[in-house]
């Protein structure tokens, strides 16, 4: 029993309950930032996240899988589904493709099934229903009860390593079954090869090569379980892998088996409650490598260990930006950092040796191997976040983009890379400004003179989409290319960033001729259409083109998964001149207030899901990037209390705690970095340049933890729902009239301060000029 004590401190009473053994009060424990983690956020409908552990920026990830075969399921999980497949090691988060799920692990009872069945039919195969009042996800940390088999999951990750425990019931036909054929194939990709081995009597190995939206990927696993086998068979179509012999010569071994449709069965024979204990690591080199990141990872079994250990390494990375605010808004803010660092992933093994772009093993020097970039996505706010406040991790992202194109055939820096391979997705050569803005805003670490010439080398490429068309017309023709609309915007936007970057370097006829490229936008301007538009090789305009429907129109792909009333605005490089070119800034105020006003036609909404509606404000889509940056068009233009009222009505509406919360793909990070930024009060329209537009703070503090080892915070005096209006600004200490915030008062630290009201004050921000 405890006794109330009444203290008295500083005059001011306080009740303490001590313990009649003298121990002290329990006293509440201040929530850990990774409290505040929501795995499940973004694993409904458009988000494509996964809910399973992983270490920050993580080479395993490790997450149960639901569904293969639909295209839509991209990272293997999807929050409605009522069955679980098993286990696999690695996952995509938030892409609109699919891949991944390698090597799937799956506890049974009774006999062991080897297909997974379909979810439809929920007793068929090795699939088992669950129910999510059986489910649990944290940083670090997911557990489940699979009805099927009566076991409890329990997954942990480290950075190359997985540890599973599996709680059975009693059984006589206990098994853990892996999976070498399994992978989130969208109905598509394929196992072309697979190969396991059986290293002893708790140990196996293998590997697999799947031909998928990444062509040739390599990916060898090693796994070691906490109990002996009882029994163990490879399977193989079905069947077991037994020892044969054929007229006395000829060996078939057990113990190891190659091909395809390959599996391996554990059996046990389990009491009430037992543990069994599975520890993984993956490796894109072999076998003998896996082991040894296992080995260094995962010495032992103890995974309350592993599990506190990635949670703490989460509470350290969430650490870089703290904010006050509600539980809820801790809660977005904190689960978007999270998603922001699950992704680019390490790829390399303990001893630095990782599958180079040309298939070729290869070892780091000097910097850490990193995978999965997608940068037609990441370039507009997570990379500028990672060389905010992941300098280090953004150097060796950097190196690992100029090694890709060290081992590129075509020397090419990566389109969308993926485990060391090119899937050749989306447009643009959007490493580029990756590269420069991690090296204008000072990360340190890599050769720039290197870094240069692959920049410049990619950029010169006569083989790249339309580029050489580009280069002598001043526009992609759409006769000529797909998405012609699109592709002239973006390669005008990375060319401005290669002359800032041969402007740094000293390099003034490369900067004149990369400024004259990147004013290409101009061409392809359509004064009476009033919208960008595609012109043909011979300088005309297609005629049948429409600005409002996704392509330019049925049977047309001018423009990348969007419309030109979307897409026209993709000019961040230059916006003034944009706002010339569509009419002053009252024009240009009035066409965005059009884009956010209009009601779609039903041809329009025709070509997005119900979910990717939700993200529709008019024409405006917030859950694709390429409209990203436009909300803090009107700060450019000198009406920052309209980008106020549409920031906070998205922050409202497409972002939250649930499942369901996320609008679109999360794309390794981009929608989630769109939100951090937005919560802090200012964006990068213009990744590269050296300014942030200043929109409205959505958070009334929040500090950034720079990685020069400065401090930038930022306050919002009186923000409420009601007071969502910028009423004045103050920068280190000075009166702010501009809705531009330069990189070099924040680069050593210092202060924003904002003073929030709930009426617009039209007059802060309106003489939008640019920074000197």
């Not at 004590?5 to 201040?30: D, M, N, P, T």
């Not at 006395?248 to 091909?259: K, L, P, Q, V, W």
């Not at 920049?455 to 797909?482: F, H, Q, W």
């Not at 009166?735 to 709930?758: A, C, Q, R, T, Y």
């Amino acid at each position: 029993m405890k006794k109330p004590i009444r203290l008295v401190i500083g005059g001011k009473s306080f009740l303490a309950a001590l313990l009649l053994g003298g121990a002290a009060a329990h006293a509440v424990a201040e929530p850990r930032l990774s409290d505040y983690v929501r795995p499940f956020v973004g694993t409904q409908g458009e988000g494509n996240t996964f809910p399973g552990p992983s270490a920050p920026f993580g080479m395993v990830q490790l997450s149960p899988d639901t569904d293969t075969t639909n295209w839509d399921t991209d990272s293997g999980y999807e929050y409605t589904d009522p069955t679980i497949q098993g286990f696999s090691l690695t996952h995509l988060s938030g892409t609109g493709c699919p891949d991944l799920g390698d090597f799937l692990f799956v506890p049974q009872t009774g006999e062991p099934a080897f297909a997974a069945g379909r979810k439809d039919h929920p007793a068929e195969g090795y699939q088992s229903l669950f129910s999510h009042a059986e489910e649990s996800a944290s940083a670090g940390y997911y557990k489940v009860k699979l009805q099927k088999s009566g076991v409890t999951a329990e997954l942990t990750a480290g950075a190359r390593t997985g540890l599973l425990r599996f709680t059975f019931p009693a059984s006589d036909q206990a098994s853990i079954l892996v999976d070498l054929n399994h992978v989130i194939s969208g109905g598509r990709w394929r196992v072309a090869a697979s190969r396991f081995r059986i290293e002893d009597n708790s140990t196996i190995t293998g590997f697999h090569l799947v031909n998928g939206w990444a062509k040739e990927r390599y990916l060898y696993f090693a796994a070691r379980f906490s109990r002996p086998f009882d029994g163990a068979m490879i399977i193989k179509d079905g069947q077991p892998v037994t020892y044969q012999s054929y007229l006395n010569y000829r060996f078939r071994s057990r113990n190891e088996a190659a091909g395809t449709n390959l599996q391996f069965v554990a059996q046990y024979k389990t009491s009430a409650n037992e543990v069994i204990h599975v520890k993984v690591a993956v490796s894109a080199v072999s076998a003998a490598n896996a082991l040894q990141n296992l080995a260094a990872e995962i010495p032992g079994w103890d995974f309350d260990g592993l599990r506190e250990a990635t949670r703490a390494k989460w509470d350290k990375e969430l650490g870089k930006i703290q904010i006050a605010g509600s539980d809820e808004q801790k809660i977005t803010f904190y689960t978007s950092l999270y998603h922001a660092f699950l992704v680019p992933n390490l790829y390399q093994d303990v001893n630095g040796e990782y599958r180079g772009f040309d298939q070729n093993i290869h070892r780091a020097n000097g910097f850490t191997k990193y995978a999965v970039f997608s940068l037609w996505d990441t370039f507009r706010a997570e990379h500028p976040l990672l060389s905010l406040i992941q300098a280090p991790r953004d150097s060796d992202m950097i190196n690992s983009l100029l090694a890709h194109f060290d081992q590129s055939a075509d020397h090419l820096l990566p389109m969308w890379e993926l485990q060391g391979n090119e899937t050749w997705c989306m447009i643009g050569y959007h490493a580029v400004p990756v590269i420069v803005d991690g090296y204008l805003k000072g990360v340190k670490g890599f050769d720039a003179e290197r870094a240069y010439r692959a920049i410049k080398t990619t950029a010169m490429n006569p083989d790249y989409d339309g580029l050489a068309s580009y280069r002598k017309l001043g526009y992609v023709p759409c006769d000529e290319e797909d998405e012609s609309l699109s592709k002239t915007l973006e390669y005008a936007y990375d060319d401005w960033t290669v002359a800032q970057m041969a402007k740094a370097l000293g390099k003034t006829d490369d900067y004149h001729y990369f400024m004259k490229r990147s004013a290409s936008f101009k061409n392809i301007y359509n004064p009476e259409l009033g919208w960008m538009c595609p012109k043909d090789s011979q300088g005309r305009w297609r005629t049948n083109f429409d600005a409002h429907l996704f392509g330019g129109g049925p049977n047309l792909q001018d423009v990348t998964e969007a419309t030109s009333s979307q897409y026209s605005w993709f000019v961040p490089q230059d916006v003034p001149a944009l706002i010339a070119m569509m009419g002053g800034k009252a024009a240009f105020i009035g066409k965005l207030d059009s884009l956010f006003n209009v009601q779609p036609s039903a041809a329009f909404k025709h070509e997005l899901s119900t979910n990717d509606l939700r993200g529709c404000l008019g024409e405006y889509w917030h859950g694709n990037e390429p409209s990203h940056h436009v909300i803090y068009l009107y700060s450019c233009a000198g009406a920052p209390w309209k980008a106020a009222e549409r920031l906070h009505q998205v922050v409202a509406t497409q972002y939250g705690s649930g499942p369901g919360s996320l609008c679109g793909n999360d794309d390794c990070g981009q929608m989630s970095a769109w939100y951090l930024f937005t919560c802090l009060g200012f964006y990068p329209v213009c990744p590269a340049g050296d300014y942030y537009v200043i929109g409205a703070p959505q958070v009334p503090k929040a500090t950034l933890h720079l990685s020069n080892g400065k401090k930038f915070t930022m306050t919002a005096e009186n923000l409420s729902d009601q007071n969502i209006y910028v009423q004045s600004v103050r920068v280190n200490g000075k009166n702010w009239d501009s809705p531009f915030l330069p990189f070099k008062e924040l680069k050593h630290g210092g202060k924003i301060e904002f003073v929030m009201g709930p009426q617009p004050n039209q007059e802060w921000g309106s003489q939008a000029n640019l920074p000197d």
